[in-house]
């Protein structure tokens, strides 16, 4: 399957330019043969805290609308960004279409509280996986990247996991290490696609990347380009948890009692420490 990562240059806030930009993304695409084009966080207005402007009802949704239109004009699949307004919550989500139809429909877990994004956004509770081309995949959304634990819950069945950002020119050797160890600790691939330019007073770079199974790197490094094009196959991903199935090895039982044990201790410590300080 060839999966395109784009590096756009996201205008603040400007839907309509914003898609003029995607679809000129698109076409490039479209001629490179692309089966799944993958767009950044909040792909038409960057990562705004502004719900009144990104939000959208999902059935009657301009940027849902849009990528499904041209999922069917450039006979490709579609990875975007884009916020959701549901009886005036609003969230962060990831959506993938294919054929005009929504194939994957994810919220973003981790809202990023070092912005406020928690202050505005309602944090997803699931995960999810579709299927396209043969190959079975899953996704997540910028800040969702730190947290490990819901890439091993997917990467059960998951032989790519796509993240989408708006992460920051400050912080991005943190998002290719944990791209590259996301995709060693789970034997699969991983897709990161960022945004590039200026938004909101932030500098973003180029870092769009992917990674193989074995964690090496299928882009190349600082390209400038807007689009990069990998090719990734289902069978790399089995052949090598064939050959080293270190995942069997965890131990999920474990890892559950063990935190359900250190949220009891922080309990115990948090009450004692009130006891304390109340004279008590």
């Not at 509770?125 to 730190?146: P, Q, T, W």
């Not at 069978?235 to 044990?261: A, H, S, T």
């Amino acid at each position: 399957m060839k999966v395109g990562l784009t590096q756009m240059d996201i205008i603040w806030e400007d839907k309509q330019k914003n898609m003029d930009k995607a679809r000129r993304l698109m076409g490039e695409a479209a001629k490179q043969k692309v089966d799944l084009l993958v767009f950044p966080e909040m792909t038409l207005t960057g990562f705004t805290m502004n719900t009144a402007l990104a939000g959208e009802e999902m059935l009657f949704s301009p940027t849902l609308r849009f990528f499904k239109d041209c999922s069917k004009e450039f006979n490709m699949a579609i990875a975007f960004g884009y916020v959701e307004n549901f009886g005036q919550e609003y969230y962060n989500k990831l959506m993938i279409v294919s054929e005009g139809k929504v194939i994957f429909d994810y919220d973003k877990i981790h809202p990023f509280n070092f912005s406020e994004e928690g202050q505005h956004y309602i944090g997803g509770h699931e995960i999810k996986l579709a299927n396209l081309k043969n190959m079975v995949l899953s996704g997540f959304v910028c800040y969702d990247l730190r947290f490990p634990e819901i890439f091993q819950a997917v990467s059960n069945e998951a032989q790519l996991i796509l993240v989408i950002a708006n992460w920051p020119k400050a912080r991005v050797a943190q998002w290719e290490a944990l791209l590259r160890a996301r995709a060693i600790e789970n034997q699969c691939y991983i897709v990161g696609v960022n945004r590039v330019g200026k938004g909101n007073g932030l500098d973003y770079v180029e870092s769009s990347m992917a990674f193989d199974p074995l964690g090496e790197r299928l882009t190349k490094a600082h390209s400038r380009a807007e689009l990069q094009v990998v090719e990734i196959h289902a069978g790399m991903v089995k052949e090598i948890r064939r050959q080293f199935p270190f995942k069997k090895d965890r131990q999920i039982d474990l890892y559950v009692g063990l935190y359900e044990n250190m949220d009891k201790k922080q309990y115990i410590q948090t009450n004692t420490s009130d006891l304390i300080k109340c004279g008590k």
